[in-house]
């Protein structure tokens, strides 16, 4: 379990943006940041309303002096500092419509960036932040904070090596049920600005958890897509965007993929559920209950992997995303403690002037970003179409 | 769990086509059909091959003198035994391609017909067979045998009676692995007649378990489909029928509905899975555990319903579908009785001269069976133009 | 799935004991009898009033000349009948005080038993009917339906075979929640008899169910039990039996067991379940969900067997218990079909003049049965003297 | 989620004791600590032996000078230390025979305890430290962490409500499986301890995992016991302590419990399981699926009730012990770090002045861990005793 900054040899000093009080993954966030007690939260802007940003940052334990009015006020203050004293990376946990603006000022003053998902407000906003990262030296992860799992990546590896052949069915669904009725009217903050198009962007699920889906399906088996026909419905009326739809997925090797993203399911909490179809074997895993994955193949008692970091069949990278032994359930902010976990080494890397993977990097990244906000946009294009086939393969996509 | 025939006071007499050695279907409409103890077997046309169909009789305690080469045999000289002697039903399991024939030879002489699905070959063949059983006075049930569970019908009622209010979504997929491999290469039976298009049918997986998945879904929720969206993939090399397939359904209240069927998904058994989100309640139901119902409220703690012919809150048609008191599970062959005890209803009022239900059945029925033949033919012809949307509503099937 | 009473080429005819109107478990013999299509029920005396066992016949199909007013009249009526058309065997099916004088009736006259559970009234009388039973040439069985599971018959070959090692613990439990209430005081048949020590014997919840428990123990294992130490409830004030109850077991192997049982669990149905431990495996199997067994071992992933008659590691026991492929839950009906099937196998053979084995059944028998008996009247003796260690071996059992 | 230490307005400062290299607990303790963001860890003696514990520092960012070869030289460097720098608590996170002192002497220097369980090598040392903690004004918390889960919590409130009615069953146990093979003689250095009893203390199983789950019904239930039959197995041959136990307890209500403790249940992970029976109601819960519990009642669907702090029936303590919301998993360290929290309320009130609650804490303190020591020593004397009935009341233990 135990994991150090290495040749730093001090901890990470985080810079925290939104997270003011009725937030969700702001706190988030800042616990999986300091879940291995390698970072340190020294700073915030925690709202854009800077009274409130700066009300809310006892509740951080951030000193006055470092709780800020604005990001742009943070950003530039700590790019002030001593480099012994100020942050080491910014989280952007606002919402969708800001994530570009700030993590383009926080690459500009070279400090790292941890992005909430989805990248961006639009496509168009994610290339040019792949150019910008390219252009730069940060480390950029992107809470696409699924893929650590230990599961996912014991299910990723297993993959990649060709335990189940080739990959031909992909089923992937995220069902909630919160946004069943019209929350959105009574002031509730998460809900507000995610049916909102001008803060949450083109797509409403689709946008929040559907690309987490899709993402998961990409992440788990690396399958190219192609095209893709999809299907977005406003159940709640007067709703302004989707809280339900479906995706139908060409891949380029010929496989068959789904996407299913609802808010509307009564009762239904985080149901993050996929099935992969391959030659050889196939998979099951479900994000509320991520301590357990089955791995299926014809003939043999179906086997029930679960997270154990001392098992001789665990994969490396499940090994690594492991903090306890067995049977001890680890849970949400564990995996998203995997990505700050596998940040923090480029990070650590990083300061100590040593060289880190920027493009292959085992937590989801910028080229994942824009395959993800590619897929909002061809997803929203093509149920206007009526479910016309449109391409899905974005040119800076991961592949 | 006492059931009877009532006012007739005897047990029904069977004759089955089909069945013989190799069969899976055949041995389980003999099993439903006795499993109350309210008819016998007393005549069958096992096979196709005429000595194979005889040497099969011993196997059903079928007196030799009814172990008949033919089922024009076995229909024509059964018509012509006397009334207290002859088949009261026939049940026909035999593969698709001759569904028609015999269905249309015994309804002819009027016998009562249980048919296994999907009911013909082709739409065609089953629109004839609506008007073949409209004009005739038997009794027709169609082996939708998924409907015969307890907690399907429980579902159904509670969706019917409003309880979950408007459906809005519909999630329903049948997952197999059988033909994983091109297993009726190897003169496997079953398999064998399901992929040859010359005794299947247009579809493969879509036409033998893709019409379970959505007659599932009409059966208990009663939404109209309005148009289908299909994409059939054949994922083994040179089989010539689908092995997986996905469909997107319009329904006509707005709802949108998602049908997949696979028959290539390593270790899966027979998983098919429903799950339906109303404005008031969801629903989720799995058969491989068939005896236990999820039904969710936003609010509320999950409620499991149990099949249990005592609860407070089991419907009248669940107690009605039940033999034994919760907690001892039934199954497939239950449920599959089940269409057998409600069709034997029927029947013995039939001989007993009493009005008895021909559209608005508890069992499904043929225009049941027309609906799926529609079904298959457009989702088969929606696939081949790249997933059109194609009308999927057939005005003679059941509203 | 296909079985047969083989050279025999006739269905066995059965008279029941028991069943009439507000049974359960009749019914259960009936359709567990009829359900492989090689019975058929020809006599009854259905209850222990005459009028009403006379009343009940219509619904088991038994004609009037054959629905008798007494299991005295049934017995030495059929025993006179012609040797082409009098019963086979008795299937006995009536609370626990009349099965010794049913038994030993029918044993006299000849007749194959299968006889509900517990065996008798008491352990006398079971060690009686072991005299009676051997001093005879019939075939008996003993309704320990649960053994018929074709994964209790899969695990009992590997522990057998040795795949587990040396078993040390087995933790077996059997909960209900039926008698929660005293529901016997308002007239429920099946709660009246079973609350009542002259019906029921010397043992409440542990006489019904507690022996189950024990005897899946017992089969899976084959362990030699040694001594028990019991504890035994009334948590329903006013109740004459125990509703719940605790044993500790010590195994002539060194091995410790504990066999728990309620009926007093709120909201649970029929949850029997039991862990076995081994030297080098370890298997866990629940009878809510029978279609599945767990079979862990350290080291590696946790193997789910399920039912599956064409699976390479389903054992042979396993196969021939089966009536359909795995993913088509098989149920409490089937299970209790197959204690018939194999007692056919061995009816069917003394009909035709063929050897027979009577100890080593697949199928409990009056070994078992004693087994069965002793373990009561020792944990009910061991519990009135506040759980003292008394020998729990019975000479007479199987081992 | 948001929690602080309220006006205290700073980070509490934690000296951990153990969690050397190899180490398990002390690296949860570390974790645990600061999930919340309310400590933060500034000093250890991570080891017995000092060049390891200093060695170790680095891993925890424990600064040089304040990583201490001795849990004596911290805890009276640390006392000297101003008051704005020394630590506030210390973590035992070592092997039980050393808890005392080490609990001892942070006491006399006034600082807070969080002690790992069982709390001390004896029950005379438990007596001797309920003693120290009265005579002091420290927090004192016990992790017996499994308390800390939000639905543990929920059962605890509805059953201390009356929802449950009386309660008359308690079946628990902890069912693990890594000491199925003699790994303590291969140097493994979380069983090597364990297995010793000059380390251990008088028992194995029970004292690591017995403790835990007899814990997890005094907590859930408040029964009072009145006394215990226990048996105990050493399986593995050569082991000196038990590897397997079950103990039955009488409650001073009628009630009956069982406590079973297995190292030996191959491929078994950590599956701690409760299962409580009231007159009004039933419920179950498994460490394993932390964020379900089963709720039943006669006559009602069963009840599953999810970790989640928004539902309308989530009880105080629920909710209070929730960081995120449902569906997304919270697992063993959130529970862990739940135990820290309701102690850091104390701590914060200590070191502002306010007034505390020392006995009635919703987490385990002093008074569970003498009634935890005396449960151990009553099994290990019933079982040397042929499982004879002790007393389990202790007068200090909590009621």
Not at 104 to 120: H, L, Q, R, S, Y
Not at 271 to 297: H, V
Not at 352 to 360: A, I, L, T, V, Y
Not at 390 to 399: I, Q, V
Request: glycine share 10%; proline share 4%.
């Amino acid at each position: 379990m135990e994991t150090t900054n290495g040749a730093l040899n001090r901890k990470l000093r985080m810079g925290l943006v939104g997270g003011g009080s009725g937030a969700f993954i702001g706190r988030v966030h800042a616990t999986a940041a300091v879940l291995d007690n390698r970072a340190e939260i020294v700073a915030g802007a925690l709202s854009s309303n800077p009274e409130r940003a700066k009300a809310s940052a006892p509740s951080y334990a951030i000193p006055d002096d470092r709780a800020y009015g604005s990001y742009q006020e943070m950003i530039d203050t700590e790019a002030s500092l001593p480099e012994d004293q100020r942050i080491d990376f910014v989280s952007i946990a606002t919402p969708n419509h800001t994530h570009f603006e700030v993590a383009k000022a926080a690459i500009e003053k070279g400090f790292n960036v941890v992005c909430d998902k989805p990248m961006t407000f639009d496509l168009a906003q994610a290339e040019e932040l792949v150019k910008l990262v390219e252009g730069s030296d940060v480390v950029f992860a992107l809470t696409h904070n699924y893929t650590g799992n230990p599961l996912v990546r014991q299910a990723r590896e297993m993959i990649l090596a060709g335990e189940l052949g080739e990959i031909q069915a992909i089923r992937s669904s995220y069902i909630q049920g919160w946004l069943r009725t019209r929350i959105e009217e009574s002031g509730q903050k998460q809900s507000a600005w995610r049916t909102d198009p001008s803060k949450s962007g083109a797509a409403g699920a689709f946008g929040d958890i559907g690309t987490h889906a899709y993402n998961l399906a990409r992440y788990m088996t690396g399958l190219i897509p192609e095209q893709v026909s999809c299907h977005l419905k406003v159940f709640e009326e007067g709703r302004q965007l989707d809280d339900y739809g479906h995706a139908v997925i060409r891949f380029e090797n010929g496989g068959l993929g789904t996407v299913t993203a609802s808010q509307i399911s009564h009762g239904r909490e985080n149901d993050l559920f996929i099935e992969i179809d391959g030659t050889k074997g196939a998979i099951q895993w479900r994000q509320e209950e991520p301590n357990a994955m089955i791995f299926r193949q014809n003939g043999k008692p179906h086997q029930i992997y679960t997270r154990d970091p001392n098992a001789p069949h665990a994969s490396e990278m499940h090994k690594a995303a492991c903090r306890i032994p067995a049977g001890h359930p680890e849970g949400y902010l564990e995996a998203f403690a995997n990505v700050y976990r596998f940040a923090f080494d480029a990070m650590a890397k990083r300061a100590s002037g040593e060289d880190f993977e920027k493009r292959e990097t085992i937590y989801p990244n910028v080229y994942d970003g824009v395959d993800g906000m590619n897929f909002i946009q061809q997803c929203v294009a093509s149920s206007s179409e009526g479910g016309a086939w449109l391409p899905l393969k974005h040119e800076a996509a991961r592949r």
